[in-house]
């Protein structure tokens, strides 16, 4: 139940940063903005493990595959799309899109096993939630 609720607080908390983000924009610029969020991110992060975990810092140089640590790279980008998405279709339609795309490429890893997630099998109740998804988007579109 713990992972639902935190999940649901994700989804909730990503789209009034999407909202807030795209507002800083108009002030700032998207690059400005998105300096800022990954900026004060970082502050939020360093105060966090300064008061909890104080795990050594250098412990992120034995991952593998390297690869794995271009999450930040990433973040990044998503900041930007978000941003110009929400600004150019508007919030709701932005984030059903978003969302819609986080579950297509999600279950994609799953099926192929990428990046080092277990492989799972074609579940066809799950394409049918997919399809119904994007008619929903359709729909919402129309």
Known sequence: MAGWIIALLAGALMSVQGVFNTKVTDTTGIWVANIFVQFTAL???VIVWLLTDRSALLTVCKV???YMLLGGAI???ITYTVI???DMLGPAKAVMLIVVSQLLIAYVIELLGMFGVEKQPLE????IGMVIAVI???LFKI
Request: aromatic fraction near 6%.
């Open 84 to 86: 110009k998405s929400m």
């Open 75 to 77: 973040g990044a980008v």
């Open 64 to 66: 593998e595959p390297k």
């Open 124 to 127: 066809w109740r799950k394409v």
């Open 136 to 138: 929903g988007v359709i």
């Open 43 to 45: 502050l939020v992060c």
